[in-house]
Nanobody, 117 residues
Framework: QVQLVESGGGLVQAGGSLRLSCAAS????????MGWFRQAPGKQRELVAT???????NYVDSVKGRFTISRDAAKNTVYLQMNILKPEDTAVYYC???????????WGQGTQVTVSS
């Protein structure tokens, strides 16, 4: 079982920045990537960014050039630097870990990001 604790969300004006953190603990040795997801009210949860253990990052088109995912292996922590935030980025953000069978079924509590126009 893996435990994930997200933090760093808040209320910010459009154009502002936030940095999210996700601390992972528990059975994480077999995971090959970490990712950030978000879920806006009335919408499905979507994958925003992933980073592999090798450091390769991928992003959904809507955040490319604005968000940066990174990881600190020594701290078992993954970050999401979010710049030039837009109102449509408003959502609860979650992190998750991916193994050979896919994303973990265990989710953290998420962290709320609200961007005002």
């Amino acid at each position: 079982q893996v435990q994930l604790v997200e933090s760093g969300g808040g209320l910010v004006q459009a154009g502002g920045s936030l940095r999210l953190s996700c601390a992972a603990s528990g059975s994480i040795a077999g995971f090959n990537a970490m990712g950030w997801f978000r879920q806006a009210p009335g919408k499905q949860r979507e994958l925003v960014a992933t980073v592999t253990t090798g450091g390769s990052a991928n992003y959904v088109d809507s955040v490319k050039g604005r968000f940066t995912i990174s990881r600190d292996a020594a701290k078992n922590t993954v970050y999401l630097q979010m710049n030039i935030l837009k109102p449509e980025d408003t959502a609860v953000y979650y992190c998750n870990a991916r193994g050979i069978v896919g994303w973990s079924k265990y989710w953290g509590q998420g962290t709320q990001v609200t961007v005002s126009s």
